[in-house]
């Protein structure tokens, strides 16, 4: 009977969106809440708060990609842990102004609850990429900051620079996601006064200076470019002359702050005795994880993580935590074409999923699993079973005649390698054989571009802990942020999620609002 009232009170079908209402964050806030109050009532039992929350995004890990790394990391019926979480959905990706979006939009969508226009980091959808103005009332707040006023410890790790990607919705607000550092604004023309970059931001910002545990790459966008680098002897990005590391340091004075840059220097830190940590281990973005041998000096993801719960799971933390981890290493492989990396890169972030899963608890943690974005891979023809699904072929094409691989891009820089303007496309199992390192190898694509470009399929969301059933379905992607704060009672969101029960007053009220509207 409620499931029939709650039919007509929001209709089967939902009214047809203006698009000036996009521009409205208002506008996403509230379809956000009209599907909380719908999903709420679709179990009858009492559920707990997630005092702790773990989010983690595989960029670029679309459903091509996970397929794909199923049957190159195990079998066909291989299940990856993030996929053995009790529910799964699909989170619909556009931006407000793109029908697919990047990192950046994807990640204000998730990470604030409200979709924005590509290339801005946490700004309102009336600012478009670019433009030099931060007005404090455009700024979106992300579930870091609902994380952090509710008591909570706060922290990331990533495999990309930590002022890149769908990271930087955690902290800053930027008109531009590539304004990482001081010289991308003035390059931009604007004042850095008035426009501080990412890296300044995850310094100095009201929500980044907070955090207890900062690990990834980067360290170019926080060091001068009258310095170099210890480790690669380049010198640092900033031009305002600011070493943004050792001002992190100034800043903890009082508490036992730790800069590390080396996997060894992880590895025998004692957590109990650090309050903040932050470690920058490569000069840009960390190596894939296939470029990371024994005795490498970069962290695998997996060890990021263990040690990230470490920080966040102490006894004085009695709020519980916010833990977010990005795998930017997928997406990259795919832009390059070079689909052995990304589906190797896949398995590396499962294993970090998988410790994290274990080192949690569904009673009071919620977990979530999802891509930012999606990949232009594609799984064409009828390969055999238990073959190699890179290099093996899965059919001939009755125009040329020629065999064609299991894998393919749409768009990337291997498209020269496979195809010639004069004879067309060439023998992609003969083209393999010239490449002799397995892992170097692409797979064909069909537009040229220097750097294969972002897909635009939905999301797919999985999820366990308390309230993760209503992520499952289809939904808007920033959607997603709501739901965490639905359920961690964050960001004054807390109304119902300790109690299932609705009452049939308020049922009614919903209707007689609806019919009489």
């Known amino acids: ?6 039919l007509v009170a929001f209709g089967a079908f939902p009214p047809k969106v203006e698009a000036h209402e996009e521009h409205d964050a208002h506008h996403w806030k509230h379809m956000a809440h009209e599907l909380l109050f719908e999903k709420k009532d679709y179990t009858m039992q009492k559920i707990n708060v997630a005092k702790n929350i773990m989010v983690f995004v595989g960029s670029g890990m679309s459903q091509p990609t996970v397929t794909a790394a199923r049957f190159y990391n195990g079998g066909d ?3 990856f842990s993030f996929e053995r979480l009790k529910w799964s959905g699909n989170a619909r990706t556009y931006c407000v102004n793109s029908r697919v979006p990047d990192p950046a939009c994807a990640g204000t969508a998730f990470l604030t609850g409200v979709k924005s226009n590509i290339g801005t980091v ?5 600012v478009n990429r670019g433009a ?3 007005d404090p009332a455009k700024k979106l707040a992300s579930i870091a900051k609902w994380a952090l006023d509710a008591g909570k410890a706060v922290g990331f790790a990533t495999t990309s620079r930590v002022t890149s990607g769908s990271n930087a919705a955690l ?7 590539r304004w990482e550092n001081d010289a991308d604004v003035k390059a931009a023309g604007c004042n850095v006064n008035t426009v501080p970059d990412i890296a300044h931001q995850l310094i100095h910002g009201d929500i980044g200076k907070h955090f207890k545990v900062i690990l990834g790459g980067g360290r170019k966008n926080f060091i001068p470019n009258t310095e170099t680098d210890t480790a690669t002897g380049a010198r640092g990005l900033r031009t305002d002359g600011k070493n943004l590391i050792k001002e992190w340091q100034d800043s903890k004075q009082g508490a036992n702050a730790t800069y590390i840059t080396t996997n060894t220097q992880l590895g025998s830190l004692d957590t109990s005795k650090i309050d903040f940590l932050l470690g920058l281990f490569d000069f840009d973005n960390l190596p894939y994880s296939t470029d990371i041998g024994t005795g490498s000096d970069t962290p695998p993801l997996v060890r990021m993580v263990h040690y990230s719960l470490e920080m966040l799971q102490k006894k004085e933390h009695t709020n519980g935590f916010l833990l977010f981890v990005e795998d930017g290493n997928i997406r990259r492989a795919h832009q390059e074409n070079k689909v052995r990396k990304a589906l190797e890169q896949v398995r590396h972030y499962s294993g970090a999923f998988n410790m994290a899963h274990m080192m949690g608890s569904e009673q009071n943690t919620l977990f979530v699993s999802l891509n930012d974005v999606g990949s232009t891979l594609a799984l064409p023809g009828y390969p055999g079973r238990s073959t190699d699904p890179v290099s093996s072929t899965a059919g001939t094409s009755d125009a040329d005649a020629l065999p064609y691989l299991g894998l393919s891009y749409a768009t990337g820089p291997a498209h020269s390698t496979f195809y010639r303007t004069t004879s067309g496309r060439l023998d992609p199992t003969v083209v393999l054989q010239g490449m002799p390192e397995p892992l170097e190898r692409t797979c064909p694509a069909s537009v040229p571009m220097a750097e294969g470009a972002d897909g ?3 999301a797919a969301v999985y999820a366990s802990g308390p309230w993760a059933f209503m992520l499952s379905g289809g939904y808007e ?3 997603i942020a709501h739901q965490i704060a639905f359920a961690s009672c964050m960001d004054g969101a807390c109304d119902g999620a300790s109690t299932m029960v609705l009452s049939m007053a308020t049922v009614a009220l919903a209707l007689a609002a ?3 509207a």
Do not use: I, R, W
Request: glycine share 4%.
């Open 1 to 6: 009977m409620a499931f029939v009232v709650l």
């Open 514 to 516: 609806k019919l009489f």
């Open 477 to 479: 992607q920033h959607f």
């Open 122 to 126: 946490a700004m309102d959808p009336t």
């Open 132 to 134: 030099c103005e931060l």
């Open 456 to 458: 635009g399929e939905d």
């Open 77 to 79: 019926n291989e299940t």
């Open 171 to 177: 902290y800053a607000n930027s008109p531009d996601s």
